[in-house]
């Protein structure tokens, strides 16, 4: 499925007006289309979802303790508890979300936002039949141990330094005074821009910058494990299930970390096609000569035969004619099958009346318990010929004749 990013204007800004929109291809890998307008003229019904703008967002990290991430309520009370005294606003206007992965009694990301912005941004968007499957921020810290990245965004007059590294998310203007930091962090990591800023940022930093626009940058951030979707913004039972499904199918079909495993998956479904149909074909080659095999004993045999329709059955056939044409008998002739009855029969079973018609022999006045059924039919079986009970009546047939 296509992906649809978009980017809301930040809090500080008058009302809720048009939004920056990147239209990127199923596989992540081709930018369709991108702009800004009013969310009822996004592209398309595809997978939205919502980039929250830096500026929107603060980072704090927290230490859980135990048993804090058992329940969804008393998290939601722990972490106001643990970030009372470093929010600028009251805790209870304010939406929590905590780091992927996170453990208790381990050092842990906390990303907090004005609810009220986030809520009406949600309904506008979910107001024109759009849902929003992930909730993604613009930048979040780097984990422990990776290299720092250094971001010059915005236009060229009013420039924005974002410096995220395992210390958290940093965001300055950019300006004389903050380009030795800027210069100092992409000396350790990496510095990308984006290219309204990039003249500035060469500038200020002594340095041309690698470009990265602004929907490169957001199909990057949708990529990372963050969801700010959490507590009253989270989507419960079989929902949440399959929206976490969702963005696992997601991140595996766009994700180029994950283009070699779909490559090889490519690969081996088309291996095992390939092979299911070889070895299809072998195996009708070998019945159809197998068959071809079963024809010419039959012509070869038969030479008046000309077509060949049902060759077991059209040898059985012949077979029979020759032998009833040289005085041979066969096993569905009287003499055959009385032999083979008279030694499967119980001793002293005599029958009263004997009949032969249409190669079916019937006995009569021979009445048979279940189990002595069973012993005359499993005898006469391994001489090739079938027996039927019916009161007093015993009915014996050959197989070929039946």
């Known amino acids: 499925m296509a992906l649809i990013l978009v980017q809301p204007p930040p809090p500080s800004a008058p009302g809720l007006g048009s939004v920056a929109w990147a239209h990127w291809s199923s596989d992540g890998r081709q930018l369709v289309g991108q702009g800004e307008s009013p969310i009822s003229l996004?592209?398309?019904?595809?997978?939205?979802?919502?980039?929250?703008?830096?500026?929107?967002?603060?980072?704090?990290?927290?230490?859980?303790?135990?048993?804090?991430?058992?329940?969804?309520?008393?998290?939601?009370?722990?972490?106001?508890?643990?970030?009372?005294?470093?929010?600028?606003?009251?805790?209870?206007?304010?939406h929590f979300a905590l780091a992927p992965g996170a453990q208790a009694g381990a050092p842990a990301w906390v990303a907090t936002c004005r609810r009220d912005w986030l809520q009406t941004t949600l309904q506008a968007i979910e107001a024109t039949g759009r849902r929003v499957s992930r909730l993604v921020p613009e930048f979040a810290p780097q984990p422990e141990g990776q290299r720092p990245n250094v971001f010059v965004t915005g236009d060229a007059d009013a420039p924005w330094l974002t410096l995220c590294?395992?210390?958290?998310?940093?965001?300055?203007?950019?300006?004389?005074?903050?380009?030795?930091?800027?210069?100092?962090?992409?000396?350790?990591?990496?510095?990308?821009?984006?290219?309204?800023?990039?003249?500035?940022?060469?500038?200020?930093?002594?340095?041309?910058?690698?470009?990265?626009?602004a929907a490169e940058r957001w199909l990057q951030a949708s990529q990372s494990g963050w969801d700010l979707a959490q507590f009253e913004f989270a989507t419960t039972g079989s929902a949440r299930a399959r929206k976490q499904a969702g963005a696992l199918m997601a991140a595996v079909w766009r994700a180029p970390r994950w283009r070699a495993a779909r490559w090889g998956a490519a690969l081996l479904v088309v291996l095992q096609l390939?092979?299911?149909?070889?070895?299809?074909?072998?195996e009708r080659r070998a019945l159809e000569a197998k068959r071809q095999q079963v024809r010419q004993v039959l012509t070869q045999t038969f030479p008046h035969v000309s077509v060949v329709l049902d060759a077991p059955l059209q040898m059985s056939r012949e077979v029979?004619?020759?032998?009833?044409?040289?005085?041979?008998?066969?096993?569905?002739?009287?003499?055959?099958?009385?032999?083979?009855?008279?030694?499967?029969?119980?001793?002293?079973?005599?029958?009263?009346?004997?009949?032969?018609?249409?190669?079916?022999?019937?006995?009569?006045?021979?009445?048979?318990?279940?189990?002595?059924?069973?012993?005359?039919?499993?005898?006469?079986?391994?001489?090739?010929?079938?027996?039927?009970?019916?009161?007093?009546?015993?009915?014996?047939?050959?197989?070929?004749?039946?």
């Open 42 to 94: 996004l592209p398309g019904q595809h997978e939205l979802v919502l980039i929250v703008p830096a500026s929107a967002l603060s980072w704090h990290s927290v230490s859980l303790p135990p048993g804090s991430l058992q329940n969804a309520a008393r998290l939601r009370s722990v972490l106001s508890g643990l970030l009372e005294d470093r929010l600028l606003d009251d805790p209870e206007q304010l």
């Open 165 to 213: 590294d395992a210390q958290g998310v940093l965001r300055l203007p950019l300006s004389a005074s903050t380009a030795a930091l800027a210069v100092a962090q992409s000396e350790a990591g990496e510095a990308m821009a984006e290219p309204a800023v990039a003249a500035v940022a060469e500038q200020l930093l002594g340095r041309a910058l690698p470009l990265l626009p």
């Open 274 to 282: 390939v092979g299911l149909n070889a070895w299809a074909f072998k």
């Open 320 to 402: 029979a004619a020759l032998q009833a044409a040289t005085g041979g008998l066969t096993p569905a002739d009287f003499e055959p099958m009385l032999a083979a009855l008279s030694g499967s029969l119980p001793a002293g079973r005599v029958p009263t009346a004997i009949d032969y018609s249409g190669s079916q022999l019937r006995l009569r006045g021979v009445t048979l318990s279940p189990a002595e059924m069973e012993s005359v039919q499993a005898g006469l079986r391994s001489r090739g010929y079938n027996a039927r009970g019916e009161g007093d009546l015993l009915l014996v047939q050959a197989e070929t004749a039946r």
